[in-house]
């Protein structure tokens, strides 16, 4: 087995950006009267602004303006949450996972569909323990789809299957599969059950315990 590089998703798996997401959005559904719980949420998590807000419609038409808007709108708030970020708010075991990866000198690459992503690792200081950044400005076709994985491992300059996507979302696990890399998914079976290999999130998983767990 040869594995040369990881490319890791952002919110969810390296930081909690993922709880801001659902804040942002849950003030945006109450200010809107539109039903919406931490548990429809889930579906949301992985999936681009515009198409979360689709989700949170559940069918209701608005207009393209008023689409806009609202995102707009939620992306304030998000940003607000994300100004606060420090080195801290990295989730346990994620900066030594990426200080394993270079000092075994493999790669290390961000895969992540949010036009934010940039700020977010700027913020949390990891962009010196980063080969490359393939973020929501990257590629037209987002998760489940594979391009933006398929963006990442390029740049890196590595074939996908030599190359291991950790994921905390079910369209993560299923864009990654369907560009032939392997998989780590972090969270419940239920969520992320299709990846090679689960834990429940990077904190006691070492580089060496991962490389064998895949194998
Ligand atoms: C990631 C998050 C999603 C978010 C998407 C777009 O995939 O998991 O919750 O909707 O990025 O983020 P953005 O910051 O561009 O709105
Ligand atoms: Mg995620």
Redesign the pocket.
């Known amino acids: 087995m040869t594995i040369k590089g990881f490319i890791f ?4 798996v390296l930081t909690d ?2 709880e801001y ?2 804040r942002g ?1 849950k003030r945006l559904a109450d200010e809107e009267g539109l039903p919406f719980t931490r548990e429809d949420n889930e579906a ?6 515009r ?2 807000l689709l989700l949170i419609l559940k069918g209701k038409t608005v207009s393209e303006e008023k689409l806009q808007e609202m ?1 707009e709108r ?2 304030q708030y ?1 940003l607000e949450f994300i100004h606060e970020i420090k080195p801290s708010d990295l989730l346990p075991g994620a900066l030594r996972f990426l200080e394993e990866l270079r000092a075994a000198g493999l790669k290390a690459a961000i895969g ?6 940039g700020e977010v690792i700027e913020r949390l200081g990891i962009g010196s323990l980063l080969d490359a950044i393939s ?2 400005h990257s590629v037209e076709r ?2 489940p789809a594979p391009d933006l994985f398929l963006h990442a491992a390029a740049q890196l300059g590595l074939n996908p299957h030599d190359c291991v996507v950790v994921e ?2 079910t369209v ?1 696990i299923a864009a990654a599969r369907a560009g032939g890399f392997r998989t780590i998914g972090l969270g419940p079976k239920e969520r992320v059950g299709e990846a090679d290999v689960v834990y429940p999130s990077l904190e006691n998983v070492h580089l060496d315990q991962a490389l064998r767990d895949l194998a």
């Open positions: 998703d952002l919110d969810g950006t993922a997401h659902f959005w949301l998590r992985g999936v681009p602004r198409e979360s995102m939620k992306n998000y992540s569909a949010s036009k934010n992503a973020d929501g987002q998760k905390d979302a993560g």
